[in-house]
């Protein structure tokens, strides 16, 4: 394979920089011996998508390393600084997770921030994300960092960058950062301390007043206490809940929470789990063995930075089944919605949220509730986007998406999987002190409001020529749409980057009011939805698939869950995405 002239150019910013000599060796080293790694590592710069800067970790512009993370962050505080600039004192937190690295870049992220003049408060060891949003809003920040790679590989790590409300960077600041982030084209340019001056250290004193804050999302009665001896089994996938989970789910009355030993020890090369992807059940093995042994009645589990929660509860059968992302959301809108109409709470200008690939049912409940809900994009930032746009005028009380994230109040305006434990935890002792269990409630929702059927395809593509490959199949279901798909019509189609909603039927256009966004959807006659779009923060396209049924009292529910996956690997063959 031949060097890549953009690649070439890069590495010889950096050869001919302050960086060490142990890098340019580095670089040299590729460049002679690995064409592949070097393009691979050189060949564009790392920039901010759905979920910030993430990538694989090495030498290059295109991997994480200390060279781009000091840089993105002067960038970053230099955007920071034109923003703040009548503010006597500007301040920031940081904060990072268990993988490989993570608190080496996040002091030097630390000290990058404090010798441009900014107070930071850095966590003084490793805390969820949910910890550095809530921070970020408690402490009055002007932004915030955190450094973690969610679930992606040991090799992976990344940087989420916030802004003042807690949330991640939307539109303009994300665009506006990655310039000023360009405009850092050698290491010299980086102000960077060597000591602690100036910045503050969180410490367990800090997590008190989220603990006593969270309580406040608890919609249980006093006569729930004596169900709160449910067993819980937990892991946190050797991440960042391995502590704070248990002490949450503690303070919320429930005393019987088992962890998995081994993976209760955060460690970055996740020894125990081929992946730390709690969406993915081979995760959860280790778990799920336990909670056979304690014979536990639910068992979660969150990602590596504890923003993402996996919900595992028991069939009809007695045996522990994996809930998808919508399903756990599903239960969570309809246990918020009815909780709160019970103790009326419901007064009119309520609201939850979902992203335009999550589940439609979300939504039919909300109506049903006489609740608004939103589509966002996907993404957290934009539900935290959306509910900033809102405060003031009306009240959020849910929202969530299909890749087991939700964030159950707007104290943190991102995904927190460790209120959301809690909350989980408190609805399956509701569920038990009916007699019931979660897996019956999420029949009766099927049995009232249809059953919604979703899956995910993920088609990963990496280095230069597989982005090259994701453009190109974006293009071609752009250029050349389906009219029809399994002999049903097209009904209509969402073009997000676009910004046009096309009514194949009544042959009319309207435009989205949503913000620009490369996502493709295709709605069937049938009532199913097809999303596709690639991610924003891994090197894969995503497919969305998601078909309805109508389904009864005394119907096999695993046979119409068969013939509904059925259905959508019929719909995956016939646009030769098999």
């Known amino acids: 394979m031949e060097l890549d002239k953009i690649?070439?150019?890069?590495?010889?910013?950096?050869?001919?920089?302050?960086?060490?000599?142990?890098?340019?060796?580095?670089?040299?080293?590729?460049?002679?011996?690995?064409?592949?790694?070097?393009?691979?590592?050189?060949?564009?710069?790392?920039?901010?998508?759905?979920?910030?800067?993430?990538?694989?970790?090495?030498?290059?512009?295109?991997?994480?390393?200390?060279?781009?993370?000091?840089?993105?962050?002067?960038?970053?505080a230099n955007y920071i600084q034109q923003k703040c600039k009548d503010k006597k004192e500007i301040k920031v937190a940081v904060s990072f997770d268990s993988r490989n690295n993570s608190k080496d870049?996040?002091?030097?992220?630390?000290?990058?921030?404090?010798?441009?003049?900014?107070?930071?408060?850095?966590?003084?060891?490793?805390?969820?994300?949910?910890?550095?949003s809530?921070?970020?809003?408690?402490?009055?920040?002007?932004?915030?960092?955190?450094?973690?790679?969610?679930?992606?590989?040991?090799?992976?790590?990344?940087y989420k960058a916030y802004w003042n409300d807690g949330g991640q960077l939307v539109p303009p600041h994300d665009v506006n950062v990655i310039d000023e982030v360009n405009k850092i084209t050698d290491i010299s340019q980086v102000k960077m301390q060597q000591s602690m001056e100036n910045i503050t250290l969180l410490?367990?004193?800090?997590?008190?007043?989220?603990?006593?804050?969270?309580?406040n999302i608890s919609l249980a009665t006093a006569n729930l206490d004596t169900f709160k001896n449910i067993r819980i089994a937990y892991t946190p996938l050797h991440g960042t809940g391995y502590k704070m989970v248990p002490e949450a789910l503690r303070r919320w009355g429930f005393n019987n929470v088992i962890s998995e030993p081994e993976q209760s020890k955060p460690d970055g090369n996740f020894p125990t789990c081929l992946s730390p992807n709690p969406e993915e059940r081979v995760a959860l093995d280790r778990v799920l063995k336990l909670a056979e042994e304690k014979q536990c009645d639910i068992v979660l589990a969150t990602d590596p930075d504890a923003d993402r929660e996996a919900l595992c509860v028991r069939n009809e059968k007695g045996d522990m089944v994996l809930l998808n992302g919508n399903q756990t959301a599903t239960l969570l809108t309809y246990y918020i919605l009815l909780r709160n109409k019970e103790v009326l709470r419901l007064k009119g200008k309520e609201f939850i949220i979902k992203t335009i690939v999550t589940s439609e049912l979300i939504k039919v409940i909300a109506e049903d509730f006489n609740?608004?809900?939103y589509d966002v994009l996907t993404g957290f930032k934009w539900i935290a986007d959306k509910v900033l746009s809102l405060e003031g005028k009306e009240k959020y009380i849910g929202g969530g998406e299909e890749s087991y994230g939700y964030m159950p109040s707007d104290m943190v305006r991102d995904k927190d999987a460790v209120a959301t434990c809690c909350l989980l935890a408190e609805m399956a002792a509701w569920a038990k002190q009916q007699g019931r269990t979660l897996y019956e409630i999420l029949l009766e929702i099927y049995q009232k409001y249809g059953y919604y059927q979703e899956s995910l395809l993920s088609i990963v593509r990496k280095g230069k020529t597989g982005a090259e490959e994701i453009e190109k199949m974006m293009s071609d279901f752009r250029s050349n749409p389906s009219k029809e798909i399994l002999g049903q019509k097209v009904v209509k189609i969402n073009d997000y980057e676009e910004q046009i909603s096309?009514?194949?039927?009544?042959?009319?256009?309207?435009?989205?009011?949503?913000?620009?966004?490369?996502?493709?959807?295709?709605?069937?006659?049938?009532?199913?939805?097809?999303?596709?779009?690639?991610?924003?923060?891994?090197?894969?396209?995503?497919?969305?698939?998601?078909?309805?049924?109508?389904?009864?009292?005394?119907?096999?529910?695993?046979?119409?869950?068969?013939?509904?996956?059925?259905?959508?690997?019929?719909?995956?063959?016939?646009?030769?995405?098999?």
């Open 502 to 578: 096309k009514d194949l039927q009544k042959n009319k256009e309207e435009k989205l009011t949503l913000p620009k966004s490369n996502v493709l959807q295709f709605f069937l006659k049938d009532g199913s939805k097809i999303s596709v779009r690639p991610s924003g923060t891994e090197p894969k396209i995503k497919f969305y698939f998601g078909v309805r049924s109508e389904y009864s009292l005394g119907d096999n529910f695993e046979q119409l869950q068969e013939k509904s996956l059925e259905k959508i690997e019929k719909i995956k063959h016939e646009l030769n995405l098999n």
């Open 134 to 158: 809530f921070a970020v809003r408690e402490l009055g920040c002007d932004a915030g960092v955190m450094l973690t790679a969610s679930h992606n590989p040991k090799e992976y790590n990344g």
């Open 371 to 373: 609740v608004k809900c």
């Open 203 to 215: 410490d367990e004193s800090f997590d008190e007043i989220y603990y006593k804050k969270i309580e």
């Open 105 to 132: 870049f996040a002091k030097i992220v630390a000290k990058v921030f404090a010798a441009n003049g900014m107070k930071v408060y850095l966590f003084k060891e490793i805390h969820p994300t949910p910890l550095l």
């Open 7 to 76: 690649a070439i150019q890069n590495a010889e910013s950096w050869l001919n920089s302050s960086v060490s000599e142990e890098i340019k060796n580095e670089i040299r080293r590729l460049q002679k011996e690995d064409a592949n790694e070097f393009n691979d590592a050189f060949y564009k710069k790392l920039s901010f998508g759905t979920g910030g800067l993430r990538g694989v970790m090495g030498v290059g512009t295109n991997r994480m390393n200390s060279v781009v993370v000091a840089q993105s962050t002067q960038g970053f």
